[in-house]
């Protein structure tokens, strides 16, 4: 469903990526794990079209996030690390306006994701009264409303509390069963939850791409 293919990625003279290799199959749930500065947040900028690479191809559903940008962009969903949110909306307001863009006009589906999401008492709510977990409910949000196959979750579980972060543990498992899902994270006990791989990543180099099953095996 994902390809990477010897890609590298250098910025200001200094090498961010280098040579990675991945390949990310439908129907699983794909933990991106490496401390602060290993390469995460480039990772899925790359996977998203929004960091071009140097060297080196990328496609989503076979097609390019640079040269088909488009249609790559429907197969995804994309929550950032910096959630980008209209905090002066409500959360029903900003559906709405993101539905917009992509041109969805069934309302029905605004309202299944809201459920599916568990927002129906924010959806009354103004994005800035909401806490940050439920902001980050009101993202995940976003990113299913067209119904991409693939959702890219940049660390979605940072500056969570324990309720906060059990919380959306729980969402992504249960929307595990129905997509694909990468998500970054600086801890092994969040990708324990809810992967089935574990890609460790080191300054820029991929460390190791395995199951947690293995990974045990030599911890």
């Known amino acids: 469903m994902i390809t990477v293919s010897d890609v590298s990625v250098s910025f200001g003279g200094q090498l ?5 290799d991945l390949k990310f199959t439908a129907g699983n749930c794909y933990g991106v794990i490496g401390a602060n500065g290993a390469g995460k947040s480039t990772c899925m900028k790359i996977l998203t079209g929004g960091v071009h ?11 390019s996030p640079f040269k088909e940008p488009l249609e790559a962009r429907k197969c995804f ?10 905090p002066e909306m409500y959360v029903r307001e900003y559906l709405e306006f993101i539905a917009g863009i992509y041109q969805i006009g069934n309302r029905e589906r605004i309202e299944e994701t809201i459920g599916l999401t568990l927002l129906q008492e924010a959806a009354g709510k103004t994005i800035a009264t909401l806490s940050r977990g439920y902001k980050q409910r009101v993202g995940l949000a976003a990113a299913l409303l067209p119904d991409p196959p693939v959702l890219i979750l940049d660390e979605p579980l940072s500056g969570l509390d324990p309720n906060q972060q059990e919380e959306i543990l729980t969402l992504l498992r249960d ?3 129905q997509k694909s899902i990468l998500f970054s994270t600086h801890t092994l006990s969040e990708v324990e939850r809810i992967a089935q791989r574990v890609l460790i990543l080191s300054k820029g180099e991929l460390k190791a791409d395995t199951t947690l099953e293995k990974l045990a ?3």
Request: with cysteine.
């Open 77 to 86: 969903g994309y929550l950032p690390e910096n959630n980008p949110l209209y």
């Open 16 to 20: 961010l990526f280098k040579d990675v």
């Open 217 to 219: 095996e030599h911890t």
């Open 175 to 177: 929307l595990g069963r």
């Open 53 to 63: 690479p140097d060297s080196g191809e990328v496609f989503i559903c076979g097609h």
